[in-house]
């Protein structure tokens, strides 16, 4: 038995030992919980110290009602288009509602335009800025060069629901890719679900907890309150986080941890157990905050060229036309009004005309909520595996309607059939800005926190699900349910380049080459498995699809793709 493996097996009996010993003082939750976080502070110092690796950890969002991708992560021409000049570069087929940046204002024409970045071609949005928290902000590209994208995959059958929990259980009733992650993890709660828990299945059986959106801190820790249900003081605390401590230190010889560090725990662990314990609200609404920021300010700084820094001015045709949750499912927005204007930030419009409006703010449903319990989660080692089972649509969105005149409610939806080709482009180009502004500044804490001698970054898969792509009409006016060509990326540390896997036909007629599934060099098509394998090999575990192979490996710990997507 190797050396790593014996110190290995030492540090799992110890927190075993741990947990047993504390148990034995007292069966109040509130010392099972105590004992259980502050193992996760011992695991990080004898990490820190022995070089141990304590696995990866696995972020799931989910992006509801199935938004279209093509302005985002499904790249249709990642070769560039092939022309005399680019004789390796892909064949494509426009279709009206294929485009990502407006061409003519005068004529109201758009285009599917490119943008270049470390050797493939994204769409034209990549090529923004976002904002950051510290009020500043940063190129959209500091995310790319860290994501893998999947696109042209065949789901093999369509339904929101069905498709939605496909990208994290590939199989039904099966291992699930959030159940891996948290199989032989010693963080006290082993995976944690907001809305859903998308099929969830560990292999060992260890349990997922379900916390609500309002404050998931709550009720995540909500079963470790004391009995009584009354709240505890700071000198209950420091009892409990004494009792824990004194027990862990004498364990803590049994693997050669450092006892100086330990004792400088004890004031680390104090300092925690008062903050988490005693000001629960204030810790996840000052982390919901930060999000939610950064999705006003995504929402109203207009600095996207051919997208938001000109008038966008509505024509009154189905070009302007927006799905909406009304009885008729659509909407007409007034001829002569600016789309800009009818975004609503801090109860006003943000636009041309600044005019009042009792709206709420403009937000992403769940989006703030969602990455506050994530970053909380991970950073205080709660847990390996969160699944945020439904990023919502862009709601308190405040439109000059053509056909009812109504100026309240909420009238978006991702679920796009009847939006038109501007309207799509528009509103889905400032929803992808302010999720890649919450992901880029998600991602920045974990590069700027460490576990282990590595950052939590470099051993994080965050994983962007949804249900199902959109299959483009042919006249521009909306978009169905694309599930025979859908798309699902990961964001990692452990890429340090943009990779695309997967082709799509060039062209599915009249609608444009669209993300339509196209063959792999096996001649079949791209299916989940394939996924599920290659997010596997990220994850250090086995496929739950050990038959369906990974499109990827990892070497020295980076990411290597092993087929060059193309258009077929």
Known sequence: ?????????????????????????????????????????????????????????????????????????????????????????????????????????????????????????????????????????????????????????????????MNRVKHVSPTPSGISLNGLAADEVGTPIPSIYMNSSLGYKSRSGVSAANVSSSNPLSTMLSPFKLDSGQSFNNEQIEGFVDRALNLLQRRAAQVDAKNKNMFNDRYSAKRLFKKEFGNLNETFSSLRAKYENLIKRSMS?????????????????????????????????QEGVDIRD??????????????????????????????????????NNISNSVTLGSIGHLSNLQLATRDFGLRTG?????????????????????????????????????????????SYFEKSVIHIGGEFNRIARANGSGADHGWQGSNTSVITGMADRPHIIGNIKKSHGSRGGWGLAGEMNDGRDLIIGNVASSISVLLDKESPTPNDKSYLGLQNGKVQSYEKPKNV
């Open 1 to 161: 038995m190797s050396k790593k493996t014996k110190t290995s097996n030492s540090r799992r009996s110890f927190l075993r030992n741990s947990a047993l010993a504390t148990a034995a003082i007292s069966l109040s939750p509130i010392d099972i919980l105590t004992n259980n976080l502050v193992n996760g502070i011992i695991e990080k110092t004898i990490a820190d110290e022995k070089n141990i690796d304590l696995g990866k950890y696995y972020v799931h969002l989910a992006l509801a009602g199935g938004p279209p991708r093509w302005m985002f992560d499904l790249p249709l021409i990642p070769n560039g288009l092939k022309n005399s000049s680019n004789q390796n570069g892909d064949e494509f087929g426009k279709g009206p509602m294929l485009v990502t940046q407006m061409s003519d204002y005068q004529s109201l024409s758009a285009d599917y335009n490119l943008f270049q970045f470390m050797g493939y071609y994204f769409p034209h949005l990549w090529s923004t800025t976002v904002p950051t928290s510290d009020g500043g902000s940063k190129p959209m590209t500091e995310l790319l060069r860290h994501m893998i994208m999947f696109r042209g995959l065949n789901l093999g059958a369509d339904g929101h629901g």
């Open 301 to 333: 700084e207009h600095n996207l060229v051919g997208v938001d820094m000109q008038p966008l001015i509505s024509d009154g045709s189905f070009k302007f036309r927006v799905q909406s949750n009304l009885d008729n499912g659509q909407i007409m927005i």
């Open 342 to 379: 009818h975004i609503v930030i801090d109860g006003r419009t943000r636009g041309m005309l600044n005019a009042e409006s009792s709206q709420g703010n403009t937000t992403i449903g769940n989006l703030a909520s969602s990455l506050a319990l994530a970053e909380f989660s991970i950073l």
């Open 410 to 454: 909420r009238i978006s939806n991702n679920d796009a059939h009847a939006s038109g080709y501007i309207s799509t482009m528009f509103y889905f180009s400032k929803y992808y800005k302010a999720l890649s502004a919450c992901l880029l500044e998600f991602t920045d804490v974990l590069k700027n926190n460490t576990i282990g001698n590595k």
